[in-house]
């Protein structure tokens, strides 16, 4: 009895925070025991969370700063040719990726009626340019009134700009490019009708094709004239 009383007491010795810290020690080794199989395996596994890194030696040199971005090919000098006119086409004097240069002709529109008319307001401007010549000698030496030399002025004018008008609606029957390049398109044919305002002929110049990249504002700074752009 002496020994069992002797236990008894040194259990009772133990402090209070020893005997939580004892019980706690106790349940834990109890769960861990009825934990899945599972559950163990996945905490025993030490690459779980593991990093891997590359080790490389240390080594000077120069550091680049790259902004990239991505853009479409455009052409700043493309146009699409109209007609300013409607009549039959005559004549193609182009196809399709032929290089032409600004101002040449691409093809022709029936103009019997416009170079009839050009003809028609020539000739009546010669004549009242021939007659305000005449008149224009009387005047000075002042044969006729100040009032008649203003009318064949006035009239001569008037002539002018109807001569105009038609050699305009002329040239408007020869279809130009306005701007050097090569024919990508030719929407009209040989003897089609074609009317005011329709596509004929579309042209590029290839040598405008650039690529438009946004760049953004915290990069403007970084920025120089000469700076290598790779494509």
Same mark, same amino acid.
């Given at each position: 009895m002496s020994g069992f009383g002797m236990k008894f007491y040194s259990y009772f010795k133990i402090p209070f925070l020893s005997k939580f810290l004892v019980a706690a020690l106790v349940m834990s080794s109890a769960f861990t025991g009825c934990r899945p199989k599972q559950t163990q395996e996945k905490e025993e596994?030490?690459?779980?969370?593991?990093?891997?890194?590359?080790?490389?030696?240390?080594?000077?040199?120069?550091? @680049?700063?790259? #902004?990239?971005?991505?853009?479409?090919?455009? =052409? &700043?000098?493309?146009?699409? !040719?109209?007609?300013?006119?409607g009549n039959l086409v005559?004549?193609?004097?182009?196809? @399709?990726?032929? #290089?032409?240069?600004?101002?040449?002709?691409? =093809? &022709?529109?029936?103009?019997? !009626?416009?170079?009839?008319?050009f003809e028609r307001a020539k000739n009546q401007f010669d004549r009242i340019q021939q007659e305000f010549n005449r008149q224009k000698k009387l005047y000075e030496q002042e044969l006729i009134s100040e009032q008649a030399y203003s009318d064949i002025q006035f009239e001569l004018k008037q002539n002018e700009i109807a001569l105009k008008d038609a050699e305009r609606e002329l040239n408007y029957t020869r279809i130009r490019t306005p701007i050097a390049g090569s024919v990508t398109q030719r929407m009209i044919n040989v003897g089609e009708q074609i009317s005011v305002n329709q596509p004929l002929f579309e042209v590029i110049d290839f040598d405008s094709i650039v690529a438009v990249i946004f760049v953004p504002e915290r990069n403007l700074p970084l920025l120089q004239i000469g700076q290598t752009a790779r494509l």
């Open positions: 596994d030490p690459l779980k969370n593991a990093i891997y890194v590359e080790l490389e030696e240390v080594k000077t040199g120069p550091m @680049e700063a790259v #902004l990239k971005a991505s853009s479409n090919f455009t =052409a &700043e000098r493309q146009v699409q !040719i109209l007609s300013r006119t005559a004549r193609l004097l182009v196809e @399709e990726g032929d #290089l032409v240069e600004q101002d040449e002709i691409l =093809a &022709e529109l029936e103009n019997d !009626i416009q170079m009839i008319n």
